[in-house]
């Protein structure tokens, strides 16, 4: 029994950062309202509900998650070979862009489901190749990632807003300019019995996908080495080049399938309100789901929460709508610092597991 | 009547008088947000933080200088609040495993919502904004007239380039700066440790970041608002690889970014108003652009600190 | 009370036809006070377009029988339409003001056929019948009315004879502002032009100072603006010893020198209208403009510096346009490239719905859209 419990605390202890990291940042957030005499017990208890406590709350947080899971992966699946991209939103950007200009080369009439892929495979291939050009800068030209996909993202988006305003845009978008709307039957529609649209499934896959192949394939086998030691992965003989490059065209795909969603299941047609800062955003959900994807998923959740719990705060408690910012603020300053107790608890697990495997012996001999 | 209306010749002596005023206005925080990203990065820490840092110090300037009717203890306020926030990187960063690159990026999310969230009652007001040396008077053209009228935190900006550049290469802590940015063994081996010297120079890159951010609400375009920076904290990341982490060409890199900045609205007051949006994007890719000449693939670039995670 | 309400919302989903009679009952039934919720896309204090919204319902939130509640910087994604439905489940609201252009399409056309029963009054939409929700009405003013007295005003107080317009972008809204400011100018000089600078977004403060300096450097000494808040442009042309025009709302006291007049809305006339037919019972009000003899725009009163002779022609003009006789785009009107816009002797009303998609700039601007 007790060699159970032992084996059991073993298992949480790597938890224990994220919890700890969650009730640190409630905590400053309770302290940051009560400063200013707010109802904060009032505002947590609302961010619950505004999030969670509903089946519209759940819709709610639900379909603010899915774009978020999609833009993250653009910077764990990079971040697995040791770049870290921060250009997400122009992939996203181009991904919607090039989604709503395939209906403009088709065919009158031409059938709902090849359309859609041709969209899907644009937005990829539009996103992932953004991502792809900041990998080949590193790899090929020694320019920084992370600068190179930032400056990539604004010239990304001034790209999109010149096409959209200037040569993409519909006579009809009038004082809203946008390109020509899709035809019906190209728009994506809400999973069965939610009020949820299919880009929630599309995310939730992507991830276990992306999941799958890190942890189980190969490719991710060589992506962590990579991302460990270019040395060593140069010297058994990777292609660390490929590999980075191919990292980053899976990473930005994702993001631009993001942007598809929001075009093809949202707007119905590309413009400047497509620019919300997804990309942004999901920087943070990465960093938070330390690159792991299925983590993504519910780290995802809870910003996509915090996000639909800010319309409650606002309209019940008169709080500015700045609130889920400082709040989001800081959930992440917490979840990184609190990552410093993982070495502290990989030491104490092993202790433990020691003490499981030989209970006589003494934890230090 | 359509002849009155399109000028004749293009006037490129007035578009390089904009370009020079521009260079100057616009760069001015850019000069200070990547001095203060270059004192941290000798360091041998990035802090994409700043962006938030100058958000929170563009607030609290203006803040500041509307209660107390100064608009220079607005600027050491709004410094203030950097060095806070730039001390709170440099510790936690400090911490075992904790990604400074990442930790930045909640720092500029938790920065912006702090500043967001506390600026709203500041958006109405107008706060006492900076002076500025008026040099042109004796110019007759009020272009030129406009263009000379320097502000007093440039001035001050430009010393300090001067200041690091000397302090960096010439003095004692500007080489136990380099040492523990460039190798952190070494310097423990010599005695010295790593954290303060990394706290102290993330802290005062936030005072300057902040400083920049005053500029933002204090002086041009001279008022407190939520689209005030323009990611001139993230940008200031990409300056100082440009200036290849000498203050000294910090100055000429956010001179030519600010050049480049005042483009756009140049060229379309002198009548070229279609495109604009790929003008505007035109700082970003002349940065891209000189980054990509100037690095080699093969080695790191020169100058770059050694333990910074940045060039690795 | 309000869940019983809230239930009755659900349970009735009844014919498109009778939704304003039904939720009037329902209202009344109740003895509840009308529940209306307000939709910003930008910070409530901007000194501009989100400020003259919030303002205006502010005053709505006094009216006798009303329940209002308001939620800022709420952006043009599903973000709106998840506050929106929000309002409506969580606060039983059955009368929605999304006052963002950004929103009406495909927003608030989806959520208004997904809650038959609540009236959504939207700000700048162009309603047309057939193609929009029968609960989905549209409502806006004719500033261009206002912007055309500015140009007057201008167009007596500058000496240079250059105008300058800072404008977001390029957009039929905009354009009307900067063709009406310039013919309003023209009117009391032909040879005035305007020069135009677009900043790109809505909210962009450095680069609206860098336009207005830009645009002061070339000769321009009285500016105006079309972006979402105008504080900037206004600030920075008082530095400058240069005259302005306001928008949105009045900026007077930030220029106290060169603030000559100024473009207001008075979001409170459609407002209460709107309101007051909800209250009412009557049927959802679709379409809905105004101009100054309206109410629905008004003018800042005018600076100290502004001279007689200009007061006294653009209160001419003013009281022609209170009287609906003074229609701003007629013939002969030729574009900046030279082609005929307008033929002699054409006169396009103040109402024609064809304003509402102009893509052109008027002789006397410089610059291409």
Sequence with gaps: MRIFLLRLTAKMLP???????????????????????????????????????????????LQRAAPLMLTALCVAIPARTGLIIIGGEGAVALGGLACAVIPMMLPAAFPATPALLLMATAALVAGGAWIALAGWLRQYRGVNETISSLLLAYIALALFNHMVEGPLRHPESLNKPSTPPLPEEYLIGSLPGLDVHWGLFWGVLACIAMYVLVRHGVFGFSMSVVGGNVRA????????????????????????????MEVAAIHGSANSALLAGYGYSGILVAFAARHN?????ACALVIGGIESSGSLLQRRLDLPGATTLVLQGLLFINLLAWESLTGWLGVWRLRLLETTRNPNRAVHA | MLNEVVPSAFDFGSLALALFAGAIRIGTPFLFVSLGECLTEKAGRVNLGLEGILVCGAMTGYAVSLQTGSPWIGVLGAGISGLVLGAFHGLVCSLRGVNDIAFG???????????????????????????AFALGDWSTNSQLRNALEINVLFLVGVV???????????????LVLRLVGDHAETARALGYRLIPVRVTATAAGGFLAAVGGAYLSLYYPGSWNEGLSSGQGLMAVALVIFARWRPWRCLFAALLFGAAGALGPALQSLGITSGYYLFNAAPYVLTLVIMVITCRPDRTISGAPGELSLTR | MSNFNRRKFLITTGAIALTSTLSFELAHAAGKKLIVGFLYVGPRDDFGYNQAHAHAASIIKKMPGIKMFDEEKVPETVAVQKSMEAMIRQDGASLIFPTSFGYFSPHVIKVAKKYPKVRFAHCGGLWTKGKHPMNVGSFFGYIEECQYLNGVVAGYMSKSKKLGFVAAKAI???????????????????????????????????????????????????LTCHVDGPKVVVETAEKRGVMTCGYHVSQAKLAPKGYLTGAEWNWVTPYTTIVKAAQEGKPMINFLRGGLKDGFVKMSPYGASVSANAKAKADEIK?????????????????????????????????????????????GVMGQV
């Design chain 1, 293 to 297: 994807p299925l983590a993504i998923i």
């Design chain 1, 233 to 260: 992965a140069r010297l058994v003989g990777l292609p660390v080049n490929r590999i980075v490059l191919m990292a980053c065209l899976l990473g930005g795909g994702a993001a631009g399938l993001a942007g598809m």
């Design chain 3, 319 to 363: 009281n022609k346009m209170l009287a609906g006789k003074y229609p701003i785009f007629k013939g002969p009107l030729k574009d900046n490239k030279g082609k005929v816009i307008i033929p002699a002797g054409v006169i396009q009303e103040q109402t024609d719905i064809k304003l509402e998609s102009m893509n052109y700039l008027v002789a």
């Design chain 3, 172 to 222: 039929p809204q905009v354009l009307l502002n900067i063709n009406a400011f310039t013919l309003g100018a023209q009117s009391v000089d032909p040879s005035i032009t305007t020069r135009l600078i677009f900043t790109g977004d809505w909210s962009m403060p450095v680069k609206e100072a860098e336009a207005a300096n830009s645009l002061i450097d070339q000769g321009v000494d009285v």
């Design chain 2, 160 to 174: 300090l380039a001067g200041l690091l550049h000397w302090g960096m290469a010439s003095t004692r802590w500007g």
């Design chain 2, 105 to 131: 990026i909640a720092l500029m999310v938790f920065g912006t919502g702090l500043a967001f969230y506390l600026g709203t009652p500041y958006i109405q007001p107008q706060a006492p904004t900076l002076p």
């Design chain 1, 15 to 61: 938890a224990l950062p994220t919890l700890c990291a969650i009730a640190g940042a409630l905590l400053m957030f309770v302290v940051f309202l009560a400063l200013q005499g707010k109802p904060a017990l009032e505002a947590c208890q609302l961010i619950y509900v505004g999030a969670f406590g509903s089946g519209f709350a759940w819709e709610n947080t």
